[in-house]
């Protein structure tokens, strides 16, 4: 969330994180001026210059920025650069108007040094940056305009970074018990690395806290086009009779002896939910293969290099649309990974034949 910024006269700094795409009423004004969807600064007639302060989702490397000057075109930032800081410790109930004094108190290091910015019009709005440090855990960042005016949208990617005995074990009182943790969840550091479509949604979706927002929110695939004419059932398994289907490839935020339970959330998936699904789990005997999330399909994710030998953690077995479905270890939902392979890092959810789902939690 945005935690402090210089100047909000005509838009406010919040609409940087918008998860929708930027709009823009050519005859929408009010008190203040032209409505404008993104953050807008006054035109500064006092020295220095503008920028705000945005606590990231999560701590994490940081590996490029996303900046859109959509319908900024009189008024877009001619300049930007964009810093970072571990600040673990400042608390989201303290009062903004702090930050400049935390921003003093702590090293900043440059993402995108001072770069020029393109006006907002459809084949010069968006401008994609490498981070230069990609390898140091950060929890804000914080934009410089120079001197003043709008942009529309900010993305930031990269990979959360978590310390398992520090963040989550480190925390807990002597007398607490251990808590049951989603090992898939973003939060954690769970990954989308691959998959064979990602027409309506990617992976990482599945992996992202709370349930979906609407369909968009979660992993889609197409439709597939080979489809038989005619759907059949099988009548030994009840399911339908496909070769056909779909798969993507999730890395846990660590390494588990064991599921004790899965469940899979069809919200909002109501005329394309899979008819039956499949997970497999595995582990990696090279975590440090290079794969790129999601960036790739089948044909291009080199994601064989992880060199997992998969087993079933849950056999093909129906889903239905709009719910949350659990499977425990201790009903005997859920199998245990092979004796020579004890430890699951990454799961593989298949599809059948297509369709979308919205979470995948692994506890």
């Given amino acids: 969330r945005v935690i402090f910024a210089t100047d909000e006269f005509f838009a406010t700094a919040d609409n940087l994180l918008k998860r929708e795409a930027p709009e823009y009423d050519p005859n929408a004004y ?58 673990p410790d400042y608390s989201s109930d303290e009062h903004d108007e702090w930050m400049p004094d935390v921003c003093g108190q702590h090293e900043w290091k440059t993402l995108v040094s001072s770069v020029e910015l393109n006006p907002g019009y459809p084949e010069t709005r968006m401008h994609h940056f490498t981070a230069e440090d990609h390898s140091t855990p950060f929890t804000h960042i914080r934009i410089n305009y120079f001197p003043d005016g709008g942009v529309a949208r900010i993305k930031v990617y990269g990979s959360v970074s978590v310390d398992f005995t520090r963040d989550v074990f480190g925390i807990l009182k002597a007398s607490e018990p251990v808590p049951v943790l989603d090992l898939a969840s973003m939060a954690l550091g769970g990954r989308g690395l691959a998959c064979s479509n990602k027409h309506f949604g990617v992976p990482r979706n599945l992996l992202k806290p709370g349930r979906g927002l609407d369909m968009g929110d979660g992993w889609e695939t197409a439709r597939h086009m080979k489809r038989p004419p005619i759907i059949k059932t099988n009548p030994e398994t009840g399911l339908v009779d496909t070769d056909l289907g779909d798969w993507c490839i999730l890395q846990l935020g660590t390494i588990t002896a064991q599921v004790e339970k899965l469940e899979v959330d069809t919200c909002h998936f109501k005329g394309n939910y899979p008819e039956s699904i499949m997970v497999e789990g595995g582990c990696a005997r090279n975590m440090n293969a290079e794969v790129h999330d999601e960036k790739n399909d089948e044909d291009d994710v080199k994601f064989e290099d992880l060199n ?37 890092s990454h799961i593989r959810v298949n599809i059948y034949p297509d369709g979308g789902i919205s979470r995948v939690r692994v506890h």
């Fill in 308 to 344: 997992i030998k998969w087993f079933p953690l849950l056999n093909r077995t129906k889903l239905g649309p709009d719910k949350i479905i659990s499977y425990e270890l201790d009903r005997g939902d859920l199998n245990q990974p092979f004796a020579d392979a004890p430890y699951i």
């Fill in 30 to 87: 009010c008190s203040q001026g032209k409505v404008m969807d993104g953050w807008e600064s006054r035109r500064r007639r006092q020295p220095g210059h503008d920028w705000c302060v945005i606590r990231l989702a999560y701590r994490g490397t940081i590996a490029g920025i996303e900046v859109d000057t959509a319908f900024f075109t009189g008024n877009y930032a001619p300049g930007i650069s964009i810093q970072a800081a571990n600040i």
